[in-house]
């Protein structure tokens, strides 16, 4: 047990029952290096073939042309659609003002209308007037004449009064009957000029009511155009959310392609790696030291973030005591990498990630008493110098 610790440049667990989380910890740890010692992995990542990829996105991408094509294609519609809708607005807007127009005109023929309804009303009570003094002094003719008939006037008491009065009476009737005779030229030329009246207010409501007919077809072909908008542009969104379903998905074959191209034994990038953050190496690697040094040590900023070096799968994801933190990434080729001290996590165990992705941030390494990184690279369990594979 000793001797698999020194390897793994981790010092024996000396186990103490006031931390047995931190024991738990350390214990798991050490049946997951037991078991790949004991079986020595030598496995391949799972991955789907270069060849797969490249035909599932062809097919994704195939796809998201559809897509562009119909939400072109909508966005089309919508503005022929939308020009049909202004047209319709703007005529809208020209009938609404002819029957504003129709409705001031009838409006006016209206109260015209009834002025001469009272003008005709006031010339028939001007007539009955003149038809009852016509009458009565027909009735006073009547008796002056009748009086003549019987006996003279030359023999009445007073005949040259009764006289005067029969040549009055005659002459007011005379009067009164030309009266009469205007008032109904009058009242004639009036109910013409009513007749008129009458028929041109029927013939504005006649073409209001042709407006308002046509206001109403074009109402039904506003909301039609409406709706018709609106359907487009929620089929255009719908269209948009699954263009963004499938660019999402191209975006990750491109990925997994990337992936698959750096799935190689990491032997091939040998010399061709970035270090894994940003730092000072203080920490050289030097397995012959007392104590031996089977990594490096990185000064760093306070949370620096931490990359992996390679295409690799999240192996181990846990606290480790000595180590805090600590991240081991399986590679191709049995390949390992181990990262420490982090101050935090970006991924978790089974995670695929790409070489170049954040995989957490640096912590407190007590080695150089302030923010850095403990970096381990390991072939079949044996470490190798990273500085001959880091550039």
Known sequence: MNLLFNNLSIKPLVFEKSKPYKLWLALCFCVFILTITACDIKETLAAPSGANLKKALQAE????????????RLIGEEKNISQDLAATEKEMFALNKNLEEAEKKLATLSVAEDDVKKDYQRLLNEQKKIERAMQETLRLLWDLASKEEAVGFKDLPDWHVSEREYSWSKELFSLLNTQKQELVAKAQEIAETLGKRESLAAEAKKQLRLVNIDKNKLLKSQIK????????????????AELDDVLDLIKDLNIKIENVAE???????????????????????????SPPVRGVGLSTKDKAEVSAIAYGKVVHEDLLRGFGRVVILMHNG?????????????????DEVKRGQTIGRTGYYPDINGPGLYFELRSHQKTINPAQWCK
Do not use: C, H, M
């Open 61 to 72: 991408e195939k796809k998201a042309k559809e897509r562009r094509e119909k939400i072109s």
């Open 225 to 240: 155009f409406k709706n018709k908008i609106a359907e487009l542009r929620k089929e255009k969104k719908t269209t948009e």
């Open 263 to 289: 799935q190689g034994s990491l032997e091939n990038l040998k010399d061709k790696l970035n270090w894994p953050v940003q730092g000072k190496l203080v920490k050289a690697f030097n397995p012959n030291a």
């Open 334 to 350: 049995a390949y390992y990498t181990l990262y420490a001290y982090l101050s935090e996590s970006k991924v978790n165990v089974g």
